[in-house]
């Protein structure tokens, strides 16, 4: 069965500061990998996907993550970042091998953003 | 506008209560979903429905029913035999259960134990 590592619980930066949030899943034949993005006392929201082609996908809000089959990761990252990305990131994936239509979510890391 | 809706916001249940957790969507959606998160957990699934009046066991059912008898509402009963019900519960739909479908999520009732 897939698994998905998020090897940060908390990550706090300053603004305009960089910052990656790492997520690491089992190796698979085939998979397609999500984040999503969780504002306080909110349901969950899509922030980018990755399903084929380009290892680089990007969101409209400045974020971004590379596909890395090699190492099976997919880590997001954002060279700049606001107050307003304050929030909880999950990393999710799914795959084809087995029929498996399901999506298994990391723990998440909370992202908090201080002036 | 489309999307999920979730109701209540909070629920309180007392000891050997059954209660039960509304989700409606107006996207037209075949597939949905029942998350539970508790902190530092991440979510995990209850139950999912990929058709009207079809649903499948997700990692963590026991204490929980479903049913589906439209294609909008996807009610979750949290049972007595559920022993430790306090969470965040989320609501999803999808298109369809394909893995590449980008799963909507309403936003959530925090059920808390009297």
């Known amino acids: 069965a897939q698994s998905v590592t998020q090897l940060d619980s908390q990550v706090p930066v300053f603004e305009e500061a960089p910052v990656e949030l790492r997520c690491n899943y089992s190796s698979s034949v085939s998979v397609y990998l999500f984040w999503y993005v969780q504002y306080p006392n909110q349901g969950l929201q899509l922030l980018l996907k990755?399903?084929?082609?380009?290892?680089l996908v990007e969101s409209i809000n400045g974020f971004e993550a590379e596909f890395n089959k090699s190492q099976t990761s997919f880590h997001l990252r954002k060279p700049s970042v606001h107050i307003s990305d304050t929030a909880e990131y999950f990393c999710?994936?799914?795959?084809?091998?087995?029929?498996?239509?399901?999506?298994?979510f990391g723990k998440g890391t909370k992202l908090t953003v201080n002036p | 506008d489309g999307g999920i809706t979730q109701s209540p916001k909070y629920l309180f249940r007392k000891e050997g209560q059954n209660v039960t957790l509304s989700c409606e969507q107006n996207?037209?959606?075949?597939?949905m979903y029942w998350y539970r998160q508790d902190p530092g957990q991440g979510l995990r699934l209850i139950y999912y429905?990929?058709?009207?009046?079809?649903?499948q066991k997700g990692d963590i059912a026991e204490g929980y029913s479903v049913s589906r008898e439209k294609k909008e509402s996807f009610p979750l009963t949290v049972t007595s035999a559920q022993k430790n019900p306090t969470a965040f519960y989320l609501c999803a739909s999808s298109k369809g259960l394909a893995g590449t479908e980008t799963q909507y999520f309403g936003p959530g009732t925090r059920l808390l134990v009297l």
């Open positions: 996207l037209n959606h075949d597939a």
């Open positions: 429905s990929q058709i009207v009046n079809d649903f």
């Open positions: 999710a994936v799914s795959d084809t091998v087995g029929g498996s239509e399901k999506l298994v």
């Open positions: 990755y399903l084929s082609g380009s290892t």
